[in-house]
């Protein structure tokens, strides 16, 4: 009888283990799925609702029309902006934005933002990806080059980069003055670097090149005593 009872126990665990490994699978691949699909869903609704009340004033009630309208109107702005005529608009309305004492300021970092990922290369407020040793020796973290500074001192000038180090998503960070000599340059464009921030780090690749192409090991990169630097 005891037998038959600790057979049973055993049975009985290991039902429930099993079912808990293909419930936490599932989960595992639903969850993406379902995030993708919400947020989707809420964009749509987002952007649908910037035109959507105008047809419902029209008495025109299709779901769709308003999204439809919506990318449709950014896509036209997109061309008119690149023309010259779009472009002297444009410079017109941020030369009256600026003497605005509190909108200026939030239209400058929308801006600076925007143009970190514009597909137009003479816009991009972020100029490399970079590696720099920080907080502590040992640590590493990615960052951003967005420019470069002449320091003049007593001992002489020292050609610095201003790193812009994001701490949450893109939008906050913290900027350093780093000498170029401290910095890794890995072989990433600025689209892969800003996928690595906005994963939480969930796309680096296992291992990376430096401009020079030698390889970096991601899990032993603090071996490395001297950063590479293009053209070293």
């Excluded at 023309?83 to 600026?98: A, D, F, Q, V």
């Excluded at 812009?164 to 000498?179: Q, W």
């Amino acid at each position: 009888m005891a037998d038959c009872v600790t057979s049973s126990q055993a049975f009985y665990k290991v039902i429930r283990s099993w079912a808990s490994k293909k419930f936490m699978t599932g989960c595992v691949i639903l969850l993406p799925i379902a995030v993708t699909f919400y947020i989707t869903w809420w964009f749509i609704h987002f952007v649908d609702g910037f035109f959507s009340p105008i047809y419902k004033h029209l008495g025109i009630n299709i779901f769709g029309l308003g999204f439809v309208t919506s990318i449709t109107f950014i896509f036209i702005a997109g061309v008119f902006m690149s023309s010259w005529l779009g472009e002297s608009l444009l410079s017109l309305g941020e030369w009256l934005i600026k003497k605005m004492p509190f909108i200026s300021y939030i239209y400058s970092a929308s801006k600076q933002i925007s143009a970190a990922i514009s597909p137009d290369q003479k816009s991009k407020a972020f100029k490399e990806v970079a590696i720099i040793r920080h907080p502590r020796i040992g640590e590493y973290a990615f960052g951003f080059i967005t420019s470069t500074v002449t320091l003049h001192g007593s001992s002489g000038s020292e050609e610095l980069n201003c790193v812009y180090v994001p701490s949450n998503h893109l939008y906050i960070g913290d900027v350093f003055l780093i000498s170029s000599k401290d910095i890794i340059r890995p072989n990433l464009s600025v689209r892969e670097g800003i996928e690595i921030v906005i994963s939480g780090g969930m796309s680096v690749p296992q291992v990376l090149t430096t401009l020079d192409t030698q390889a970096i090991d991601i899990a032993g990169l603090e071996n490395f005593t001297t950063p590479l630097v293009n053209g070293d």
